[in-house]
């Protein structure tokens, strides 16, 4: 599987859709929270029109989330 070229406000919109909730934005990065069993997982998403691949499956590793799940959120 590939990974998709997809804007930061995209990302947002998916991991909103797994709990990720959007805390606070500093110029052009919006940072995601969410509690997972007894700690916070913390995910800065940059708004960019595309995200580079590496950012990319930083953040879907971050947010304990494989790429196939993070396909599947649309």
Do not use: W
């Amino acid at each position: 599987m590939k990974l998709p070229l997809i804007s930061g406000l995209e990302v947002i919109k998916r991991l909103k859709k797994t709990g990720f909730i959007a805390t606070r934005q500093k110029g052009s990065h919006v940072r995601l929270e969410k509690y997972v069993e007894d700690k916070i997982v913390k995910i800065t998403i940059p708004l960019h029109s595309e995200l580079k691949k590496g950012t990319l499956s930083r953040i879907i590793k971050d947010a304990g989330l494989t790429l196939k799940e993070f396909l599947v959120l649309k």
